[in-house]
T-cell receptor, first 116, second 111 residues
Framework: DTGVSQNPRHKITKRGQNVTFRCDPISEHNRLYWYRQTLGQGPEFLTYFQNEAQLEKSRLLSDRFSAERPKGSFSTLEIQRTEQGDSAMYLC??????????????FGSGTRLTVV | QKEVEQNSGPLSVPEGAIASLNCTYS??????FFWYRQYSGKSPELIMS????GDKEDGRFTAQLNKASQYVSLLIRDSQPSDSATYLCAVNSGGYQKVTFGTGTKLQVIP
């Protein structure tokens, strides 16, 4: 197992363009999370999936953001009409979690988005 | 009140000393507690998890949990320059659904 894989590693885009990021989790993990991190801050929760179902979406996530996880495998995070405030590191993590236990996340390397 | 609070630091300790990192959380129903290490420009890496009151040791790291005081700490013994990083406290609230992170404490180990 190669861990959690995120692509691309870096993305520079012009304001108003759409961008899409991909995350491939650890295959044995049942949950997949998206977080966003800006300089000097801890990761902020965006959304998570259990298998293919999106179970929670943060109020931070405007309607310009959408995430999918078709067939419970990889996930994509799309940002439409990007704004400079969207510039951040987008982190994907996966975990093996049940109703009674959480064993912690394994993070991917992240996608650094710069909106110019 | 923030859900998970940490002193942002930097915390500077000499090589070989014990580094003590602290974290408080607001949700009394929290069940799982984690420490992540994040090197500059890298993603967080899980180094410790703790689920019950008391101490949990793993090599040079000891996590301490006090649910009554809503307090979690991480001790790093024999600190090395390679331990210089930001340490993120994370707490699982809301029925194991997601983890909330603090802003992190930057640790500097001085050779």
């Amino acid at each position: 197992d190669t861990g959690v894989s995120q692509n691309p590693r870096h993305k520079i885009t012009k304001r108003g363009q759409n961008v899409t990021f991909r995350c491939d989790p650890i295959s044995e993990h049942n949950r997949l999370y998206w977080y966003r991190q800006t300089l000097g801050q801890g990761p902020e929760f965006l959304t998570y999936f259990q298998n293919e179902a999106q179970l929670e979406k943060s109020r931070l996530l405007s309607d310009r953001f959408s995430a999918e996880r078709p067939k419970g495998s990889f996930s994509t995070l799309e940002i439409q009409r990007t704004e400079q405030g969207d510039s951040a590191m987008y982190l994907c993590a996966s975990s093996l979690t049940s109703q009674t236990a959480n064993y912690g996340y394994t993070f991917g390397s992240g996608t650094r988005l710069t909106v110019v | 009140q923030k859900e998970v609070e940490q002193n942002s630091g930097p915390l500077s300790v000499p090589e070989g000393a014990i580094a003590s990192l602290n974290c408080t959380y607001s949700d009394r129903g929290s069940q799982s507690f984690f420490w992540y290490r994040q090197y500059s420009g890298k993603s967080p890496e899980l180094i410790m998890s703790i689920y019950s009151n008391g101490d949990k040791e793993d090599g040079r790291f000891t996590a301490q949990l006090n649910k009554a005081s809503q307090y979690v700490s991480l001790l790093i013994r024999d600190s090395q320059p390679s331990d210089s990083a930001t340490y993120l406290c994370a707490v699982n609230s809301g029925g194991y659904q997601k983890v909330t992170f603090g802003t992190g404490t930057k640790l500097q180990v001085i050779p």
